[in-house]
């Protein structure tokens, strides 16, 4: 058992069982023993690899995304350009490149970064240093959000705890964390059924409660229709809500027990789309979407980009683009390019958000 194990399991023989989401919290954000508190998780010799460490045309083509957006909003002067769990800043260095291609956006943004790593916020400083930008470090969404603001999170949600219901024969009982005959983490169900949720279901079904999610989308969505800007969210989940369990554990690239190492693997869910859109809407926002990655990537221009980078990279350079492109939009259900998803939440008075058009006709000519 590992240290924030025992401290776990010391904190259930004083209260009694915890829930999943303050089991979660532990994990990713125990001060000293948390998963994202005390390390660097990322890359090929680390525990995961997102999005923006696979190719640098992940982050490329969320700038011209973003260059868009501020276009739409009418090319503000000034305007936040806000990210949320930035990881290694790899996704921030590589939008602020391409906003360079744009005049003026660039020199519109100020950085915002929502992070609560301090290993992270390290990192990321490290990684923005070329920037031309002093990034800002905010520890919650709130903070972060003032006047017209453009948001983007990668693999965001996946990380913010949630609850888990199970239905028996008497009703919705709580999935919670306590002890088995041995001493060790169990998982188990609360003494009383939970009377407040009216959803019928099949005995056996869970039913995820992501709060913390459905917070962090309305937040955003509550500032950018009062203040004008949009966010942008892209995780992986299903575009549908349905029930089931989602919570996984991952360790140096493969699935581990869930109550096996707190805070020594990466603890996530996947993102119910449909409730994060749900949430946005009634917070008074658009939403746009949601769409699977690879669609979105295509319709922003993966393609052109990747040729206009082969065509001055060596053979070697334009043979490792092209691999790292097409895990991006690789279609299967557990690829990239379908399995992760992509959300904005918008100021009702911008038009439809480049990426979601996918809809319009090809011109005839
Ligand atoms: N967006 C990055 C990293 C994703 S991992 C990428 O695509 O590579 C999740 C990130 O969210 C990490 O930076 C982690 O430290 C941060 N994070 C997790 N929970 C958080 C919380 N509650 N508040 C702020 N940041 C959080």
Same mark, same amino acid.
């Given at each position: ?206 039913? @995820?409660?992501?709060? !913390?999610? =459905? ?5 955003? #969505? +509550?500032?950018?229709? *009062?203040?004008?800007? %949009? $966010? ?28 096996? @190492?707190?805070?020594? !693997?990466? =603890? ?5 789309? #449909? +409730?994060?859109?749900? *949430?946005?809407?009634? %917070? $008074? ?32 350079? !334009? ?17 990239? $390019? ?28």
């Amino acid at each position: 058992m590992n240290l924030l194990a025992r401290e776990i399991v010391e904190l259930i023989h004083q209260e009694g069982p915890i829930s999943i989401s303050r089991y979660m919290a532990l994990c990713l954000g125990h001060p000293r023993r948390g998963y994202y508190m005390k390390q660097d998780p990322f890359g090929a010799d680390g525990d995961f690899t997102t999005a923006p460490e696979i190719s640098q045309i992940f982050g490329e083509l969320i700038g011209l995304w973003a260059a868009s957006v501020w276009q739409a909003m009418g090319a503000p002067s000034s305007i936040r350009l806000v990210e949320l769990g930035p990881g290694r800043g790899t996704l921030m260095r590589d939008m602020l490149r391409a906003a360079r291609a744009l005049p003026g956006f660039h020199e519109a943004l100020s950085i915002h970064l929502v992070e609560t790593s301090p290993v992270l916020r390290e990192r990321q400083r490290a990684t923005l240093a070329g920037s031309g930008k002093e990034p800002q470090w905010h520890e919650r969404i709130d903070q972060a959000l003032e006047g017209l603001t453009i948001v983007v999170a990668n693999e965001f949600l996946d990380a913010l705890p949630l609850d888990q219901f199970v239905r028996t024969p008497d009703g919705w009982r709580e999935r919670l964390i306590g002890l088995d005959g041995e001493g060790r983490l169990a998982f188990g169900l609360s003494n009383e059924p939970d009377s407040s949720l009216g959803i019928v279901a099949a005995p056996g079904s869970v039913l @995820e409660q992501p709060a !913390a999610a =459905l917070e962090a989308v309305a937040a955003v #969505a +509550r500032h950018v229709a *009062a203040e004008d800007g %949009a $966010g942008l969210f892209i995780d992986y989940g299903p575009a549908r809500s349905g029930f089931g369990d989602t919570l996984q554990a991952l360790k140096r690239h493969a699935f581990v027990d869930v109550l096996a @190492e707190p805070g020594d !693997a990466d =603890l996530t869910v996947h993102v119910d789309f #449909a +409730r994060m859109a749900q *949430a946005g809407l009634a %917070a $008074g926002a658009a939403a746009h979407g949601t769409v699977t990655q690879r669609d979105f990537l295509l319709a922003l221009g993966l393609q052109q980009r990747l040729e206009a980078l082969s065509r001055r990279a060596t053979p070697a350079q !334009a043979e490792a683009l092209a691999s790292g492109a097409e895990r991006l939009i690789e279609t299967g259900p557990t690829a990239m $390019g379908d399995l992760f998803k992509v959300l904005a939440v918008a100021d009702p008075k911008l038009p439809l958000l480049p990426g979601f058009d996918l809809h319009r006709l090809p011109e005839q000519g």
